[in-house]
């Protein structure tokens, strides 16, 4: 079966400092990954997504990256926080089928900038 | 613009008791609808999927239903239990990578 990790679990950080956030899948070839960012009472939103090892394609312009070192590990980065950056952070994974982009979530990584 | 509206924000109910959310939505073209429950500091995990042609879908005590044509969706809890409490998420797919999330409903279930 499939599974989804993330971390670090939590995570405070001082405004200016780096951040590296991971993400890997286990039991599925080629999945199309997925960042997100979840504030309180608002939708999550969508950051990066990526169809293949070294394939990013980024849906918001901030001071954040994406990358995808290898095919079931995908890693967000900053190089400098700002207190905006706080949230709960989700990474994804589907494979496109019969309907449509079905997306598993993992556990999360909750980032706080002070 | 696509876009997912959820209602109420937030509910508390009695265990045992009945509840149902709202989903109303401007996505278009439309692929499915997925009902997701969040636990607090966790991620979403999929309770229901319809396509255009599916009206009702049940899973356990969970009924999700679709009404295409005015693009609404609803969710009901039967005989909630305190495991219920988490956040309910409306979630939109056009059939590609860009899903379209509701903000979702916090529902508390007491004792």
């Known amino acids: 079966s499939q599974t989804i990790h993330q971390w670090p679990a939590t995570l405070v950080q001082p405004v200016g400092s780096p951040l590296s956030l991971e993400c890997t899948v286990e039991g599925t070839s080629n999945p199309n990954l997925y960042w997100y960012r979840q504030a309180a009472g608002r939708g999550l939103q969508l950051l990066f997504y990526s169809v293949g090892i070294g394939q990013i394609s980024s849906e918001v312009p901030q001071n954040l990256s994406a990358s995808r070192p290898q095919d079931r590990q995908f890693i967000l980065s900053s190089k400098k926080l700002l207190l905006s950056d706080s949230g709960f952070y989700l990474c994804?994974?589907?494979?496109?089928?019969?309907?449509?982009?079905?997306?598993?979530f993992g556990p999360g990584t909750r980032l706080t900038v002070l | 613009k696509n876009q997912v509206e959820q209602s109420p924000q937030s509910l508390i109910i009695l265990e045992g008791k009945n509840c149902t959310l709202q989903c109303n939505y401007t996505v278009s073209p439309f692929s499915n609808l997925r009902w997701y429950k969040q636990d607090t500091g966790r991620g979403p995990v999929s309770l229901t999927i319809m396509t255009f042609s599916e009206n009702t879908k049940s899973n356990g005590r969970y009924t999700a239903t679709l009404d295409a044509d005015t693009k609404q969706s609803s969710l009901h809890i039967t005989a909630s239990q305190l495991s219920d409490s988490a956040s309910y998420i409306c979630?939109?797919?056009?059939?590609?990578?860009?899903?379209?999330f509701g903000a979702g409903t916090t529902v508390t279930v007491r004792a």
């Open positions: 979630v939109v797919s056009r059939g590609d990578y860009k899903l379209s």
């Open positions: 994804a994974w589907s494979v496109l089928g019969g309907l449509g982009d079905t997306q598993y």
